[in-house]
C-alpha cells in the first residue's frame, strides 16, 4: 500500500539545523511533485517547499528562502528538507506531500519544534 513515512523532526534551538526526510513507497515515486507542509494546531496547512518530478525546479515560502532547501533522490524514493537557521515561527508538524494529476497522498507528519 501507498506510504509516506517522514522522520527526522524534534526539538532545535533557535539556529539550529534538522533534515526531515519522508520515505515514499507503493506508488512510482519519479511520477509525483513532491511537497513539504507545515501546520500549526488550529490552523490550515501551509505549503512549505514543492520540487517537480525531476528536481529541477523548487518552489518555497518565502519566510523560508535562503534557509530551507528542498531535494529528492528517485532511486531511493526518498524526498529531503533541509532547514537552516530555524526560527521558533517553524515551529510545526510537518508533513509530505506527493501529487500528480490525479492522485495525492500525505504522510503521517513529524513534529518540529525550535525553541531555547
Known amino acids: 500500500q501507498v506510504q509516506l513515512v517522514e522522520s527526522g523532526g524534534g526539538l532545535v534551538q533557535p539556529g539550529g539545523s534538522l533534515r526531515l526526510s519522508c520515505a515514499a513507497s507503493?506508488?512510482?515515486?519519479?511520477?509525483?511533485?513532491m511537497s513539504w507542509y507545515r501546520q500549526v494546531p488550529g490552523t490550515v496547512h501551509n505549503l512549505v517547499s514543492t520540487i517537480t518530478t525531476t528536481g529541477v525546479s523548487t518552489t518555497y515560502l518565502n519566510s523560508v528562502k535562503g534557509r530551507f532547501t528542498i531535494s529528492r533522490d528517485n532511486a531511493k524514493s526518498t524526498v529531503y528538507l533541509q532547514m537552516n537557521d530555524l526560527k521558533p515561527e517553524d515551529t510545526a508538524t510537518y508533513y509530505c506531500?506527493?501529487?500528480?494529476?490525479?492522485?495525492?497522498?500525505w504522510g503521517q507528519g513529524t513534529q518540529v519544534t525550535v525553541s531555547s
Open positions: 506531500n506527493a501529487r500528480t494529476g490525479t492522485n495525492e497522498y
Open positions: 507503493g506508488f512510482t515515486f519519479s511520477n509525483y511533485a
